[in-house]
């Protein structure tokens, strides 16, 4: 090869080459930012449309049927799903992977104007969001006060939240609970009636009292004047002095028909941290900003902050996934380094030479640190997948300088000289590194070149691992010949020799044992063969599911409480739990708790997440997993099993908020009923739930649509309104006044403007007499009493109504536990066709994360077919022959029986990171197949007969084939001890590989060279 020629005589050019590579690696390592994973952009578009105080099933056949039909021929659509709530539509496209969302947005709009002559004309405009990865909150709060509580919402809007958004890389910062200041004009319905005053009386009075207004300008000599009427209320004097109504005998003022009380806005949301009331500051970042470093220049203004602030407001940091981030980060470092360190003992051990373990190792850095040129150059994050990809390949990439190292000794045990033994040594084996290395890289390209989530979540991995294994090649054909002109002048061979006695006799043991292997080759295979049957008898105790558990250290426990709760009520179960779960996880191991319940004001998060007076979040957050001897999932279930309270529905997370938000916050199991008829459906997912309840390993089943919510539904007579001069608007709106509130007009105080809103008073809004009592003003300015025009009826109505590809659908929810997510789902399954009569008009699938399972299982077995195909290619180009990959392709089955053992033996499920270890597989089982395959061909070309070649090939190439299998084994042993945070995500992806590799490399050593034997026999017969 030219290339090698080129580094032996120009040593110089070669050493400025790779530190050229080296120092821009650096450089790029410098600019990268630190997140968790990739960016992931969700190919999906939600239109979010209000109609005020609508229903919810006027919002669904209104609203939500009408967009759904005009937007579901969109292309590339994949599904729909909308939610139908009082006042709100939320309809989520998801599209195809890979389609472009700009464009998708713009056929959504064209749609929508297609579908507006079908909307109602109140109706607000839709709005269109996108989501990703980087909208994730990165950062909570909880700030507590005793004192100040009452102003501490303006606290900390002021004092907080804004010197936190001028941050550079802050994109939003939300204030969660608390309370907020309002002026209630609490009206006396009996002296309204009295003095013959109406709401529309109070309310004009009030802003017309309450005004600063130009006046225009004047010229008086040589000055311009501005004449302007300040008139806005300076005290709370002033708005109970406003006249309501005069006579001529004298003033009715407000304080005369109603309380004017400064205070609060009705509480209807608690926030408590640590047992103090208090509110959550939650802290978003901007789209490629640095999440570690983002979230420490918000810690560092935190502190600054803090001490600005009154004494008794205290901040407490209840979540930061910077934390999470950095500490994976770190252990994956560790690892890396870990790795290269058993990597350099390994090398050592075998070579007992310091100048060759020194030439072997120095390949890995050039490696390793140039793929950061590539991540710079693609704008990526350093993750825990990239750096993973690089703690994965750090035993590999010395492979191909070991090859080139152990055969350059061969030839210089063959009397060659230096510059022949490298030459010599490096060609000969040089294309076979070359195959070797491509037929790795292979595995990967239907992994970079697809889309689907298992692309998007492991696509870095395929390139970080394809341009390390390249780097590598480069390395060994360039770096290692260079070194070796110059490390191994003067080398004693002979003492090499001496020193590798002990490898000597185990060469010696294994070509003793391959004859007997080759005298009894039917025996040999159909030993192996059985072996392998045998091991597939592993595959009912090996559970699946889709990603291994996290234990990030945060528990979070949502609940629901029968529909009409009281908050306060909720309040108390909140504050229940949090008292139950200090007693079980023990005051050392928590670090902040908090819970939250009740619903806000509105707003767009109201729309994406359940809201409401019966619905409470408790959370805790642990110490380090190292610091205590239980899991976040073993705790979070000995407290929710221990709740006592009248829970309807519970769930509890116990993962990485990031990989909350990333695969959504419901529970991993679900069974969908697609339908249209309420009762039905409702019927029929009480006797699912039933049944999945008695499966063992099911926890916490519930239904997701809610028990009905109970209303008082007020039926008017029309005729009766219309004669007396009433409408139904007007009805409406003067009732919402008086029981609901309206705000009236603006206090200006300072800065700030308080809200002034009209309500009655507590006492007279207690009762369905009360709403019965009110009068409403007609259209000739007569009161009538409602009594008169209308009835009230007690009735329940859906909160919510979920749809699925434009059908309805409820879903029986559930989590597993102690059990594999595909066994419980297996065992339901079986259950609910032996006892379930599912009506035509009916159908059931199964969702959750079982079904991002399903399609990530299915796109996995696809790929390692095709990575099969793409590396028989490889090799049947590399041999010129189609019988040659066969053999090597036969280590491949035996390394699944490894994989099967280790997963059994570890008690670890197959998943999506286990399965991407069994493909990892393919490509290094056939790396170290291909270097014994390719060296026997070559010492038959040479004209050694058939048995000869093949002892002599696996004599010589023993050495290589274990360093090589021993380096990828220990690269990733510390990937397998590993216990800190991010352990649990790569664990099974480093058991799948040694598991493969340790049974393989005893087929390849023995059945690889069997089966060549029979093959190249039968050729020549």
Known sequence: MKIVKFAISRPIATSMIFLAILLLGFFSYSKLYIDFLPKIEAPAITILTYWQAASAQDVESKVTKVIENNVSIINNLDQIKSSSREGASVISCVFAQGTNLDEASNEIRARIEFAKPFLPDDLATPILLKFNTSMMPIIFYGVTAKEHFENLQEIIEDDLAAPLKRIEGVGAVQVIGGVKKEINIKLDREKLSAYNLTLIDIENALKQQNVSLPTGAMDILDKEYMLRLPSEFDSYADIENVVIKKNQIHLLRLKDVAEVAPGFKEQKYFVKINGENGIMLMVQKRAGSNTVEVAKKVREQIAKLQKNLPLDIKTNLIMDSSEFISRSVHNLLETFLWGTLFVAIVTFIFYRNIRLGSIIMLSLPFSIIGVFCMMYYKEWSLNIISLAAIAIATGMVVDNAIVVVDNIINRLQKKDTLVQAIENGTNEVGFAISASTISIIVVFLPLVFSSGLVSLMFGQLGWVVGITLLASLLAALMLTPMLASKLLKNLDVKKIDDRQAFFKKLENFYTNFLSVALKYRKTAIICAVVFFIGTFSLVPFIGAEFMPDEDSGDITINFELPVGTRVERTKEVCINIEKLGKEIIQSKNIINTYFRCGSQNGGMGAAFSKEGSNLGRVGFKLVKKDERDFSSKSISRKIVDSIKD????????????????????????????????????????????????????????????????????????????????????????????????????????????????????????????????????????????????????????????????????????????????????????????????????????????????????????????????????????????????????????????????????????????????????????????????????????????????????????????????????????????????????????????????MFSTLITLIIVPTVYTMMERKKNI
Do not use: C
């Open 646 to 997: 009248e829970i309807v529905k519970i769930e509890v997370d116990h993962g990485n908020p990031m990989m909350r938000h990333m695969f959504g916050g419901a529970k991993p199991l679900s069974v969908e009923i697609l339908g249209h008829d309420f009762i039905q459906t409702d019927k029929l997912a009480s006797q699912i739930k039933a049944i999945v309840a008695n499966v063992p390993g099911v926890k916490d089943p519930s239904i997701s649509r809610d028990m009905q919510k109970p209303e008082l539904v007020i039926n008017v007579d029309r005729e009766k309104a219309q004669s007396l001069g009433l409408t139904m608007a007007s009805i409406g709106s003067q009732l919402r006044t008086l029981f609901h509130g309206k705000k009236a007009t603006t206090f200006h105080q300072g800065e700030k403007d308080i809200d002034i809103s009209l309500r009655l008073q507590q006492d007279q809004r207690a009762t369905v007499l009360d709403v019965l009592n009110s009068e409403v003003i007609n259209s000739y300015g007569k009161k009538i009493a409602l009594m008169n025009v209308a009835q009230i009826e007690e009735r329940k109505g859906p909160i919510e109504i979920e749809r699925q590809n434009q059908e309805r659908v409820v879903r029986v929810e559930f989590d597993a536990y102690q059990r594999s997510q595909n066994e419980v789902i297996q065992d339901v399954q079986k259950e609910l066709k032996s006892k379930i009569s599912v009506p035509s008009d009916i159908s059931i699938n199964f969702g959750g994360m079982f079904k991002e399972q399903k399609k990530a299982f299915g796109y996995l077995f696809m790929m390692f077919f095709l990575s099969l195909i793409m590396v028989y290619m490889v090799m049947a180009f590399q041999f010129e022959s189609l019988r040659h990959p066969f053999v090597v392709m036969v280590s491949v089955p035996f390394a699944l029986s490894g994989v099967l053992i280790a997963l059994f033996l570890t008690h670890t499920t197959l998943n999506a990171i286990s399965f991407i270890g069994t493909i990892m597989l393919i490509g290094i089982v056939a790396n170290h197949t291909i270097i014994l395959v390719d060296y026997t061909n070559l010492l038959r070309r040479q004209g050694i007969n058939l048995l000869e070649a093949v002892l002599q090939a696996g004599k010589n190439r023993l050495r290589p084939v274990l360093v090589t299998t021993l380096t990828t084994i220990f690269g990733m042993l510390p990937l397998v001890l590993s216990r800190g945070e991010g352990s649990q995500m790569w664990k099974p992806l480093g058991i799948a590989v040694i598991g493969g590799l």
